[in-house]
């Protein structure tokens, strides 16, 4: 595969182009080729996972120096969820360069949306490798920054949990609590689906890679259920 194209897109050079190629590895492509010398992408996503976390917060710390511990925690989050993160991967074509067994590229919706974005942090982690962390943050700038007015424009950041318990409380005298109600998917690609109740009355499932991102998903569709929406963000 031909990576040209993409390095001067994202204005990286690669001097192995194998790490390129790793980033783009999905799992389950190895799984129908097992003959093949490669390897998946998912340590790359974990090293991703953590310049990524990081170069965000050197990032919010440094532009917005009058605001809270809170609200840069939330700013983070709505940046590096799989929404936000899938819609970076397709914006550079990510797609286009992933390695996917049979079955996995027919992917659509979220399935799909967690591939790109995990694909995304590997290749964070590829780009930390191949030219450290200041390559890594100037493309992190150039490619993902520019999101977070969006992100403030529309409330994103604004935590639907914490935002559901207090209407809970303060309109129903009651305090939500979570509950998985399924699992799906392998493990290193588990979909959550999770119910917030109040008492024992399910009012809304949310989805996500992780329970805590389901539980927002949950909160933030119990929000609607509850014609409580008034605070909650516009878009997602």
Same mark, same amino acid.
């Given at each position: ?18 790490? !390129? ?6 799992? %389950?492509?190895?799984?129908?080729? !097992? ?7 998912? *340590? ?12 965000? $917060? ?14 840069? $925690?939330?700013? *983070? ?6 929404? $936000? ?11 286009d ?13 979220? #399935? ?15 780009? /930390?490798?191949?030219?450290? /962390? ?8 150039? =490619?993902?920054f ?8 529309k ?12 209407? %809970? ?12 109600? #399924? ?15 109040? #008492?024992?009355?399910?009012? #809304? ?15 933030? =569709? ?13 878009? *997602?």
């Amino acid at each position: 595969m031909n990576f040209s194209k993409f390095e001067e897109k994202i204005g990286v050079d690669f001097k192995d182009k194998n790490l !390129l190629r790793q980033a783009f590895t999905h799992r %389950s492509y190895l799984n129908e080729n !097992l003959s093949l010398a490669l390897e998946q992408n998912e *340590r790359l996503e974990f090293l991703g996972d953590a310049i990524l976390e990081l170069a965000i $917060t050197e990032y919010l710390y440094k532009k917005y120096p009058k605001k809270t511990e809170g609200e840069m $925690t939330g700013l *983070r989050a709505a940046l590096v969820n799989a929404i $936000t993160l899938s819609e970076v991967a397709n914006s550079l074509n990510i797609g286009d360069f992933m390695l996917l067994s049979k079955g996995e590229a027919k992917s659509l919706g979220k #399935a799909r949306q967690y591939i790109l974005a995990n694909a995304f942090e590997a290749l964070i982690g590829a780009i /930390y490798l191949n030219g450290g /962390y200041e390559e890594t943050f100037n493309f992190l700038e150039k =490619n993902l920054f520019g999101k977070i007015e969006e992100v403030i424009e529309k409330k994103l950041w604004i935590d639907a949990k914490s935002l559901f318990q207090e209407k %809970s409380q303060e309109l129903e005298s009651a305090t939500p609590s979570y509950k998985v109600l #399924a699992e799906s998917g392998p493990d290193h690609e588990k979909v959550f689906t999770m119910g917030v109740f109040l #008492a024992d009355e399910l009012i #809304a499932e949310g989805q996500g890679a992780s329970k805590q991102e389901a539980e927002q998903n949950a909160a933030r =569709n119990a929000l609607k259920a509850k014609n409580w929406q008034a605070c909650l963000p516009a878009g *997602r």
